[in-house]
């Protein structure tokens, strides 16, 4: 039962434009949302997170919206740059005990010239 | 964020044989995090480490497979045994940060059973 799903396995933006990377959830329990970039060979970077009593968290070029009905998560980054390709996780949890992440499938990100 | 240091960074292993990986976290953390990223897939799972109480395994990973050791705050070590090659994976270690409620991964151990 995959909890976190991210249905795009694959996303090509031109430099400059914006990128929009989502996901979808199942688990009403799920209160806290995180993004995580993954290159090969080297272990996941947080990026960017948000709390379900929030829609929109902004970090620089990155922007997170939440939309709870949905169960949907979005990441918005402004301008892409080369350097933003890599695999992109989102990952949530509740904030109870025991707390752990259960990973989205990944959507691998080239941002081209 | 906590820094960890996870090691060896990658290892190619003759099966039957068993691999014991290593994170060292700098700051003292209650919860360490076992996961497994196998070729194309995400990150799953495998258990979780408390100091002074045995690790607490998601389904379908199991102590004899994947020991798990957690003898202090700051260190955690991962064994895995009798290795396949259905095992060779990437295997990341993670703690939650102190600050916040994000979580760190180590660089992870790739790991090719032949």
């Known amino acids: 039962d995959q909890q976190v799903k991210q249905n795009s396995p694959s996303l090509s933006v031109q430099e400059g434009r914006i990128s929009i990377l989502n996901c979808d959830y199942t688990?009403?329990?799920?209160?806290?949302f995180l993004w995580y970039k993954k290159y090969p060979a080297e272990g996941p970077t947080f990026l960017i997170s948000?709390?379900?009593?929030?829609d929109k968290n902004e970090d620089g070029r990155f922007t997170v919206f939440l939309n709870k009905s949905a169960k949907h998560l979005s990441l918005h980054i402004v301008p892409s740059q080369p350097g933003d390709s890599a695999v992109y996780f989102c990952?949530?949890?509740?904030?109870?005990?025991?707390?752990?992440?259960?990973f989205g499938t990944g959507t691998r990100l080239q941002v081209t010239l | 964020s906590a820094v960890i240091s996870q090691k060896p960074s990658r290892d190619i292993c003759q099966r039957g044989t068993s691999l014991t990986i290593q994170c060292q976290v700098d700051?003292?953390?209650?919860?360490m995090f076992w996961y497994r990223q196998q070729p194309g897939q995400s990150l799953t799972l495998i258990a979780t480490?408390?100091?002074?109480?045995?690790?607490?395994?998601e389904s379908g990973f199991v102590i004899d497979k994947f020991p798990i050791s957690r003898p202090n705050l700051t260190f955690s070590t991962l064994t895995v045994s009798n290795m396949s090659p259905e095992d060779s994976s990437i295997y990341l270690c993670?703690?939650?940060?102190?600050?916040?409620?994000?979580?760190?991964f180590g660089s992870g151990t790739r790991l090719t059973v032949v």
């Open positions: 993670s703690v939650q940060d102190t600050e916040g409620y994000g979580y760190t």
């Open positions: 990952a949530a949890y509740y904030t109870g005990t025991a707390s752990k992440l259960t």
């Open positions: 700051s003292q953390v209650t919860m």
């Open positions: 948000i709390s379900s009593i929030k």
């Open positions: 688990n009403s329990m799920f209160d806290y």
């Open positions: 480490a408390n100091q002074g109480s045995e690790a607490t395994y």
